[in-house]
């Protein structure tokens, strides 16, 4: 079973991991994304690229942020724009995935923007397009499961680009839940993709996949000896279903050994940025001080995302 | 009806037998090999020129899913499969719906199956109660019945007091205990190996302890209770080294392992193939070549195709989603040819595994051989055809096979069961 994400000429016909992307499809997304940065600073904010096309919002999981800044994206590119809440819709009543898919499809969608909560499911959708000759219809992973969420991921490279111009000589640190992390997954590919010399991650054990420096990153349990010298920190998001329980005794001790408090901040370079990929948990993986210092990016990150993603969609279905 | 096989190169591992001779048949048994009995008159010849003759293959598990899972597969349509793959026995795990619990159920299996008259099926009895691990089966009425040992499939025991109860009891009649070695709270959550590809996907992880903390707790109760345990199944070089040390110390412990296993790794699971997903996970590389070695030398007692036929709608499914397993049947010959191919093993070796080790662990006697007076399970099969497996090609009605598409050797010509021509090709 092979990814379908490029067709057959080595193009973007879906997007749905940043494992395997190719260099030059991460960069031509990060340079599309720029001129887009713009428009949100015009009075009238769209674009007519995507004027005519609909855009279905399946959200098989909950999530008001990335489903809004996807939403976003898509208006501003003048697509129409069609929000499915799918966990209390059809699925709910028993029909299956693909079932949802072709009807969506009979409703003559040109792209789907997927959130699911099984590792793979935007592939299958993906997989099942192409097994079925419906190659017009183009699939975004707006977050599967564990396995990757690439917007994200490419929103975080763009913001690192911003800040840093150059990923060929950074230190950078990922800290928190790596295991049930998505974002920390594409972040991963992407930051080795694009050259990242040293990729660390931070957690304790019970937070980190098993055989993860096959990824390409060093680990460190010890916050501290983790961040000396890096040029970026990008926390990860604790979930609180983690927060007790077997992975993690309490949040006041995760707090007290991995929360980022401008204390162990300071051993990073001086010039490190800070960056999360929201929502905060203030106070359990970060400190108030720092999230709202001066280091932190975490709120042009949201902006950047924006951009990104009418970049990736522009790129997949734009004229 | 009297059938004379002629010319085939009869390979019959009990006996050591490997040359080209000639079989004769008689009122479903094997009547003799190389000269005919005095005044024998064939009705029908089959020509076995080039072809392999073999004892009719005996398959340790295979999921025909009657009762319960009626619209993934019938008894039909499987054994059907299991004639075209060769299979004159096999051996079924309790896990239908409802489980294989009652001796009345069991009855009317054998009766269905009897008078589909295809392959022999010897059921494999719960040791449990609705395989919930509470209650003791009626082991000795079942094995009445027809079971021909008792399983959990792949239930598992939670309750150690429980499990050493069953062992016990069984042990109390010398009955067979076979178990898949997996612990429950280690394998909850988890979908594949948890190992780099798991982790790379994302899909939950199922580490090597599951299997080895079970394995360490059978062979500790069997050695206790003195129960006869077979571990089904098994996935890792851990697990095989602690069945190693436990037959060192003395103990009597058999094993197999799937054709699915023997093959492939968690990084054929390629981009969320579901195909791949099965119980126990596909493990490492590393994991897969120990086992191929290890059935090689006779480490691992048998192969099997862990049959599970499963429909569409439950594959084409996220892979946490979907549902474990891949049909087997057809493919047990054409994968034990390749494994044999790849280990440079002898026919004789490599037909050890599927027919009388195989036949040893399910306690048949007149089957799983070729000689004189012998049930005549016949499988005949060009062992030089290549042919590429397909949906089409399947007779399954589960076409769930992580081998579509693959070209794989040997072909069944002929499947004789007790002396009748069940399928030919």
Known sequence: ?319 | MKIRITNGRVVDPAHQIDRVQDVFIAEGKIVALGQAPDGFAAERTLAADGLVVAPGLIDLAARLREPGFEYRATLESELDAAMAGGVTSVAIPPDTDPALDEPGLVEMLCYRAKKLNRAHIYPVGALTIALKGERLSEMAELVEAGCVAFSQANEPIVDHLVLMRAMQYAATFGFRVWLQPLAPFLTRGGFAHDGDVASRLGLPGIPVAAETVALFTYLQLAKATGARLHVTRLSSAEGLRLIDQARADGMDVTCDVSINHLHLCDRDIGHFNTHCHLVPPLRSPRDRDALARALADGRINALCSDHTPVDDDHKLKPFSESEPGATGLELLLPLTLKWAGKHKLPLLVALARITSDAARLVGITKAGHLAPGARADVCVFDPAARHIISRDSLKSQGKNTPFLGEELPGQVRYTLVEGQLMFER
């Open chain 1, 1 to 319: 079973m092979h990814n379908p994400q490029l067709n057959r000429h080595g193009e973007l016909q879906h997007l749905l991991t940043l494992d395997g992307l190719p260099r030059e499809v991460i960069v031509s997304i990060l340079d599309h994304a720029a001129p887009f940065t713009e428009v949100a600073e015009r009075e009238v904010k769209k674009l007519p690229l995507l004027r005519g096309k609909s855009i279905f919002n399946l959200f098989f999981e909950n999530s008001t942020r990335t489903r809004t800044t996807f939403e976003i994206a898509a208006k501003r590119l003048t697509a129409d724009v069609v929000n499915l809440n799918v966990s209390t819709s059809s699925t709910a009543k028993g029909e299956s995935l693909l079932d949802t898919i072709d009807n969506l499809c009979a409703m003559h969608a040109d792209m789907f923007v997927v959130r699911h909560a099984a590792s793979g499911a935007p592939v299958l959708i993906a997989q099942h397009l192409l097994a079925t000759g419906r190659d017009h219809i183009h699939v975004i992973n707006a977050g599967d499961g564990r396995h990757a969420h690439p917007t994200q991921g490419l929103l975080d490279m763009y913001t690192i680009r911003h800040y840093k111009r150059d990923f060929g000589n950074l230190i950078v640190a990922i800290v928190g839940d790596v295991l049930h992390s998505r974002v920390a997954r594409s972040q991963i590919a992407a930051l080795g993709t694009l050259g990242v010399p040293e990729i660390r991650v931070i957690a304790p054990k019970t937070l980190l996949p098993t055989a993860i420096e096959t990824m390409g990153v060093r680990t460190f349990n010890d916050m501290r000896e983790g961040l000396r010298g890096v040029d970026v920190v990008m926390m990860l998001r604790l979930q609180n279903e983690r927060m007790a329980g077997a992975l993690l005794p309490t949040p006041q001790e995760y707090y007290k050994v991995w929360g980022l408090t401008p204390e162990k901040l300071e051993l990073a370079k001086p010039d490190a940025i800070v960056m999360h990929p929201g929502p905060l948990n203030r106070g359990i993986e970060i400190d108030s001080a720092v999230a709202d210092g001066a280091q932190a990016v975490i709120l042009p990150q949201v902006t950047f995302g924006i951009a990104v993603r009418m970049a990736v969609m522009s790129m997949l279905a734009g004229q």
